[in-house]
Protein backbone atom coordinates (compact mmCIF):
# COMPACT_ATOMS: atom_id res chain seq x y z
CA UNK A 1 0.00 0.00 0.00
CA UNK A 2 1.68 3.30 -0.73
CA UNK A 3 2.64 5.83 1.95
CA UNK A 4 3.88 8.98 2.68
CA UNK A 5 7.29 8.68 3.68
CA UNK A 6 9.27 11.34 5.84
CA UNK A 7 12.78 12.16 6.74
CA UNK A 8 14.83 12.23 9.06
CA UNK A 9 12.81 10.84 11.80
CA UNK A 10 14.70 13.10 14.26
CA UNK A 11 16.58 16.58 13.74
CA UNK A 12 18.09 17.69 16.73
CA UNK A 13 19.02 21.60 15.79
CA UNK A 14 20.59 24.59 17.68
CA UNK A 15 18.26 27.27 18.24
CA UNK A 16 18.97 29.85 15.17
CA UNK A 17 19.60 27.05 13.04
CA UNK A 18 18.03 26.39 9.76
CA UNK A 19 16.28 23.12 9.17
CA UNK A 20 14.62 21.18 6.44
CA UNK A 21 11.85 18.73 6.78
CA UNK A 22 11.63 16.09 3.84
CA UNK A 23 8.65 14.17 2.64
CA UNK A 24 7.42 12.15 0.07
CA UNK A 25 3.96 12.35 -0.21
CA UNK A 26 2.10 9.40 -2.26
CA UNK A 27 2.85 9.23 -5.93
CA UNK A 28 -0.71 10.63 -7.32
CA UNK A 29 -1.75 12.73 -4.66
CA UNK A 30 -2.21 16.58 -5.38
CA UNK A 31 -2.38 17.91 -1.86
CA UNK A 32 0.32 18.16 0.54
CA UNK A 33 0.17 19.02 4.22
CA UNK A 34 2.32 19.86 7.14
CA UNK A 35 0.74 19.75 10.64
CA UNK A 36 2.80 19.56 13.85
CA UNK A 37 2.44 18.16 17.48
CA UNK A 38 3.87 19.85 20.32
CA UNK A 39 5.09 17.33 23.12
CA UNK A 40 1.38 16.30 24.85
CA UNK A 41 -0.68 18.54 22.73
CA UNK A 42 -2.88 18.74 20.01
CA UNK A 43 -2.16 18.48 16.16
CA UNK A 44 -2.02 21.74 14.26
CA UNK A 45 -2.05 22.55 10.75
CA UNK A 46 0.67 24.50 8.97
CA UNK A 47 0.29 24.75 5.72
CA UNK A 48 -1.67 23.03 2.80
CA UNK A 49 0.06 23.02 -0.97
CA UNK A 50 -1.70 22.78 -4.52
CA UNK A 51 -0.46 23.52 -8.16
CA UNK A 52 2.94 24.57 -6.56
CA UNK A 53 1.04 27.20 -4.08
CA UNK A 54 0.42 27.50 -0.70
CA UNK A 55 -3.43 27.16 -0.47
CA UNK A 56 -3.79 27.43 3.61
CA UNK A 57 -1.74 28.65 6.18
CA UNK A 58 -2.15 28.66 10.07
CA UNK A 59 -1.48 31.98 12.31
CA UNK A 60 1.70 29.19 12.99
CA UNK A 61 2.88 29.52 9.64
CA UNK A 62 4.80 32.57 10.00
CA UNK A 63 7.97 34.22 7.30
CA UNK A 64 9.97 31.67 9.25
CA UNK A 65 8.27 28.56 7.56
CA UNK A 66 8.33 27.81 3.81
CA UNK A 67 6.99 25.18 1.76
CA UNK A 68 8.68 23.83 -1.72
CA UNK A 69 8.20 21.21 -4.06
CA UNK A 70 11.19 21.11 -5.97
CA UNK A 71 10.82 18.15 -7.82
CA UNK A 72 8.04 15.55 -8.42
CA UNK A 73 8.54 13.49 -5.73
CA UNK A 74 9.32 15.27 -2.67
CA UNK A 75 7.88 18.45 -0.23
CA UNK A 76 10.20 20.21 2.10
CA UNK A 77 9.05 22.21 5.30
CA UNK A 78 12.15 24.85 5.98
CA UNK A 79 12.52 26.86 9.45
CA UNK A 80 14.47 29.43 8.75
CA UNK A 81 15.77 30.19 12.23
CA UNK A 82 14.46 27.68 14.91
CA UNK A 83 13.55 28.67 17.91
CA UNK A 84 13.10 26.14 21.43
CA UNK A 85 9.14 26.35 20.76
CA UNK A 86 10.24 24.96 17.44
CA UNK A 87 10.35 21.75 19.12
CA UNK A 88 7.76 19.09 18.16
CA UNK A 89 6.68 16.18 15.67
CA UNK A 90 6.22 17.35 12.37
CA UNK A 91 3.27 15.46 10.06
CA UNK A 92 3.47 15.41 6.38
CA UNK A 93 0.31 14.37 4.66
CA UNK A 94 -1.04 14.18 1.05
CA UNK A 95 -4.49 13.51 -0.22
CA UNK A 96 -6.52 13.30 -3.22
CA UNK A 97 -5.93 12.10 -7.15
CA UNK A 98 -6.83 13.61 -10.34
CA UNK A 99 -10.39 11.32 -9.82
CA UNK A 100 -10.96 11.51 -5.84
CA UNK A 101 -12.10 14.25 -3.73
CA UNK A 102 -9.32 14.55 -0.54
CA UNK A 103 -11.51 13.10 1.84
CA UNK A 104 -8.48 11.47 3.50
CA UNK A 105 -5.87 12.52 4.32
CA UNK A 106 -2.54 10.38 4.60
CA UNK A 107 -0.08 10.98 7.35
CA UNK A 108 3.66 10.48 7.04
CA UNK A 109 4.97 8.78 10.38
CA UNK A 110 6.83 12.45 11.53
CA UNK A 111 10.06 14.18 12.02
CA UNK A 112 10.80 14.57 15.71
CA UNK A 113 12.61 18.12 15.48
CA UNK A 114 14.28 18.86 18.83
CA UNK A 115 15.70 22.60 18.83
CA UNK A 116 18.42 22.94 21.80
CA UNK B 1 -16.07 24.81 11.50
CA UNK B 2 -18.32 23.34 14.16
CA UNK B 3 -16.98 22.60 17.48
CA UNK B 4 -17.12 18.59 18.59
CA UNK B 5 -17.22 17.43 21.93
CA UNK B 6 -15.73 13.94 22.54
CA UNK B 7 -15.16 11.91 26.22
CA UNK B 8 -11.81 12.56 27.41
CA UNK B 9 -11.31 8.67 27.62
CA UNK B 10 -12.77 5.39 27.33
CA UNK B 11 -12.37 1.82 27.81
CA UNK B 12 -13.46 -0.99 25.89
CA UNK B 13 -12.88 -4.94 26.44
CA UNK B 14 -10.85 -6.61 23.79
CA UNK B 15 -13.14 -8.48 21.53
CA UNK B 16 -16.36 -6.23 21.84
CA UNK B 17 -17.39 -3.15 20.27
CA UNK B 18 -16.06 0.22 21.39
CA UNK B 19 -18.85 2.99 20.11
CA UNK B 20 -16.74 6.66 20.38
CA UNK B 21 -19.51 9.32 20.63
CA UNK B 22 -19.20 12.88 19.26
CA UNK B 23 -21.45 15.97 19.77
CA UNK B 24 -21.18 18.55 16.99
CA UNK B 25 -24.21 20.13 17.89
CA UNK B 26 -23.47 23.40 15.98
CA UNK B 27 -23.22 21.62 12.85
CA UNK B 28 -24.21 23.37 9.70
CA UNK B 29 -25.57 21.55 6.81
CA UNK B 30 -22.47 21.67 4.28
CA UNK B 31 -20.20 20.15 7.01
CA UNK B 32 -18.93 16.66 6.89
CA UNK B 33 -17.93 14.50 10.24
CA UNK B 34 -14.39 12.95 9.88
CA UNK B 35 -12.85 10.63 12.18
CA UNK B 36 -9.20 10.21 12.36
CA UNK B 37 -7.04 8.16 15.40
CA UNK B 38 -3.37 8.27 16.50
CA UNK B 39 -1.97 5.59 17.77
CA UNK B 40 0.93 6.75 20.32
CA UNK B 41 2.54 9.54 18.59
CA UNK B 42 2.49 8.22 15.18
CA UNK B 43 0.71 10.46 12.25
CA UNK B 44 -2.90 10.42 12.74
CA UNK B 45 -4.76 8.17 10.29
CA UNK B 46 -7.79 8.27 8.26
CA UNK B 47 -10.71 6.03 9.66
CA UNK B 48 -14.44 7.27 7.95
CA UNK B 49 -16.23 10.49 7.02
CA UNK B 50 -19.83 10.51 6.59
CA UNK B 51 -22.54 13.44 5.95
CA UNK B 52 -25.77 12.62 6.30
CA UNK B 53 -26.14 8.55 6.09
CA UNK B 54 -24.62 6.07 8.12
CA UNK B 55 -21.56 5.09 6.39
CA UNK B 56 -19.48 1.26 6.67
CA UNK B 57 -15.96 0.45 5.81
CA UNK B 58 -13.47 -2.13 6.47
CA UNK B 59 -12.07 -0.11 9.75
CA UNK B 60 -15.50 0.94 11.44
CA UNK B 61 -18.85 1.94 11.18
CA UNK B 62 -19.96 5.72 11.22
CA UNK B 63 -23.24 6.66 12.71
CA UNK B 64 -24.75 10.14 12.20
CA UNK B 65 -27.87 11.38 14.28
CA UNK B 66 -30.67 12.30 12.14
CA UNK B 67 -30.63 15.64 13.59
CA UNK B 68 -26.32 15.59 13.20
CA UNK B 69 -26.05 16.75 16.19
CA UNK B 70 -24.49 13.48 17.41
CA UNK B 71 -22.34 10.73 16.20
CA UNK B 72 -20.78 7.25 17.30
CA UNK B 73 -17.89 5.81 15.35
CA UNK B 74 -18.42 2.20 16.15
CA UNK B 75 -15.13 -0.74 16.09
CA UNK B 76 -17.32 -3.50 15.96
CA UNK B 77 -14.69 -6.32 17.30
CA UNK B 78 -11.76 -3.63 19.25
CA UNK B 79 -8.18 -5.45 19.21
CA UNK B 80 -5.32 -4.30 21.50
CA UNK B 81 -4.27 -2.20 18.07
CA UNK B 82 -7.41 -0.50 18.37
CA UNK B 83 -5.72 1.40 21.37
CA UNK B 84 -5.52 5.31 20.31
CA UNK B 85 -6.32 8.52 20.95
CA UNK B 86 -9.49 9.29 17.96
CA UNK B 87 -10.57 12.26 16.92
CA UNK B 88 -14.24 13.16 15.93
CA UNK B 89 -13.74 16.48 13.10
CA UNK B 90 -16.56 18.60 11.74
CA UNK B 91 -15.26 20.32 8.54
CA UNK B 92 -16.90 22.17 5.29
CA UNK B 93 -15.67 20.73 2.13
CA UNK B 94 -16.70 22.56 -0.85
CA UNK B 95 -15.94 19.54 -3.03
CA UNK B 96 -12.78 21.30 -4.41
CA UNK B 97 -9.22 22.08 -2.85
CA UNK B 98 -7.45 21.22 -0.17
CA UNK B 99 -9.02 21.51 3.73
CA UNK B 100 -7.46 21.70 6.83
CA UNK B 101 -8.14 19.40 9.44
CA UNK B 102 -8.43 20.87 12.77
CA UNK B 103 -7.63 18.15 15.69
CA UNK B 104 -9.28 18.77 19.32
CA UNK B 105 -7.95 16.38 22.15
CA UNK B 106 -10.01 13.02 20.91
CA UNK B 107 -11.10 10.65 23.11
CA UNK B 108 -8.50 8.50 24.43
CA UNK B 109 -10.04 4.46 23.74
CA UNK B 110 -7.89 2.08 25.85
CA UNK B 111 -8.52 -1.75 24.66
CA UNK B 112 -8.15 -3.87 28.02
CA UNK B 113 -7.38 -7.37 27.43
Known amino acids: EPEVTQTPSHQVTQMGQEVILRCVPISNHLYFYWYRQILGQKVEFLVSFYNNEISEKSEIFDDQFSVERPDGSNFTLKIRSTKLEDSAMYFCASSATRTSAPYEQYFGPGTRLTVT | DAKTTQPTSMDCAEGRAANLPCNHS???????VYWYRQIHSQGPQYIIHGLKNNETNEMASLIITEDRKSSTLILPHATLRDTAVYYC??????????????FGKGTKLSVIP
Open chain 2, 26 to 32: TISGNEY
Open chain 2, 89 to 102: IVRYYSGAGSYQLT
